[in-house]
Every structure is written in structure tokens, then in C-alpha cells.
T-cell receptor, first 111, second 113 residues
Framework: QKEVEQDPGPLSVPEGAIVSLNCTYS??????FMWYRQYSRKGPELLMY????GNKEDGRFTAQVDKSSKYISLFIRDSQPSDSATYLC???????????FGTGTRLQVFP | DAEITQSPRHKITETGRQVTLACHQT?????MFWYRQDLGHGLRLIHY???????NKGEVSDGYSVSRSNTEDLPLTLESAASSQTSVYFC????????????FGPGTRLTVT
């Protein structure tokens, strides 16, 4: 069993929809949680960063961490075609620890 | 602006040849990482460094080596390229005292024939 599980998708939604992307993990020692966005043939770009449990909001994006359920989510409101990309979750035990990545969920937002 | 660059962006080489992929960052980050990305496997860590003269093996280090002679560069060497090393390679860096978030380069697409 992988330490981090992520549904590969693809997830296809109409423009304006609310998108929910999720990851589950098995290691209760993870404390730092990140979401990366990767456009085709580009490097991953850091989108959201959260320490421990709780919510964090940045514009149309909200990251949630539920450590009791070992579950993290990324919500995208008012999705746009420009949000079409692969979204990777990542997490680590400490700020000097290696990041463990999910395999990514491919999202397509159609006009 | 500070950035992280990789070169070459595309490389085709033959089995058995030695190949070096360059990674250069201007953020003055202590930590640098090399990953490969393959369909179905996501990002897998090859090697990483927490500072000059420090190198460590990741989960898929066989057939690869790195050296860190300064803060800005972490070249990745494939000692004898194999077809199984055909992949997209990403370099990343992070601050020593940061929150662990890593910043990625644009990638190198390597094909071994």
C-alpha cells in the first residue's frame, strides 16, 4: 500500500463548477501538506501549503486537512478552463523531511 | 527574479552512454532534490542534498549519482544510461529553515534508445 493515495482521474467538469480533489495517507506523522499544480510538459508549481490540521484559503482555492481521518482536500471554486492541469498532493513529517507525493489527479474544465 | 533552471530541456542518448543533467538555482536554497516522473508512478526521489558536499540516496538511486560542490548547482549523472531511465527529470530546491515546500524546475525529457 502506498503512503499517499490519490485518484488519478481524469476528472472532467464544466466551467464554473466546484471541484474537489482528495488524497488519503497512512502515516500519522505527516504534518506538512501541499498541493502542486502541473500543466502539461511543465514543472510542478506550488499552489497551497498547510501545516497540521485546518483550512487555508487563497482566492478560489481552499485546502483542508483532516488529520484524524488522514485525508486532505483541495477545493476549487468557480473553476476555469485555465485550471485544467494535473494536481499533486504532497506531504512530509517535518520541514527538513522528504516530500511524499501522490500520483496526481488530472482535471479538465470545459467551457 | 530568482529561479531554478534545468538543461538540456530535451536529450536523446544511446544505451551505455554517460549523461549529465544540469540543475541551477539562484534562490540560495540549501536543499536540492532530483526526481523522475513516470506515468503511474508519479514523482520519485532519486537523490537529494542538504548542503555543499552533502548527498543522499532517494528511493530510486540505482544507476544515478550527484555531487554538490556549491550551493547553486546539483548535476545528476547517469553513469551508463539504460532504456529504463527514459523519463522526465525534475530538479527542485527548498530553504533549509523553511516549511519544507519545494520549488521545481521546468524538467528535462530524456530518451534512452
Amino acid at each position: 500500500q502506498k503512503e499517499v493515495e490519490q485518484d488519478p482521474g481524469p476528472l472532467s467538469v464544466p466551467e464554473g463548477a466546484i471541484v474537489s480533489l482528495n488524497c488519503t495517507y497512512s502515516n500519522s506523522a505527516f504534518q506538512y501538506f501541499m498541493w502542486y499544480r502541473q500543466y502539461s510538459r511543465k514543472g510542478p508549481e506550488l499552489l497551497m501549503y498547510t501545516y497540521s490540521s485546518g483550512n487555508k484559503e487563497d482566492g478560489r482555492f481552499t485546502a483542508q486537512v483532516d488529520k484524524s481521518s488522514k485525508y486532505i482536500s483541495l477545493f476549487i471554486r468557480d473553476s476555469q478552463p485555465s485550471d485544467s492541469a494535473t494536481y499533486l498532493c504532497a506531504m512530509s513529517r517535518g520541514n527538513t523531511d522528504k516530500l511524499i507525493f501522490g500520483t496526481g489527479t488530472r482535471l479538465q474544465v470545459f467551457p | 527574479d530568482a529561479e531554478i533552471t534545468q538543461s538540456p530541456r530535451h536529450k536523446i542518448t544511446e544505451t551505455g552512454r554517460q549523461v549529465t543533467l544540469a540543475c541551477h538555482q539562484t534562490w540560495n536554497h540549501n536543499n536540492m532534490f532530483w526526481y523522475r516522473q513516470d506515468l503511474g508512478h508519479g514523482l520519485r526521489l532519486i537523490h537529494y542534498s542538504y548542503g555543499v558536499q552533502d548527498t543522499n540516496k532517494g528511493e530510486v538511486s540505482d544507476g544515478y549519482s550527484v555531487s554538490r560542490s556549491n550551493t547553486e548547482d546539483l548535476p545528476l549523472t547517469l553513469e551508463s544510461a539504460a532504456s529504463s531511465q527514459t523519463s522526465v527529470y525534475f530538479c527542485a530546491s527548498s530553504e533549509r529553515d523553511g516549511g519544507g515546500e519545494q520549488y521545481f524546475g521546468p524538467g528535462t525529457r530524456l530518451t534512452v534508445t
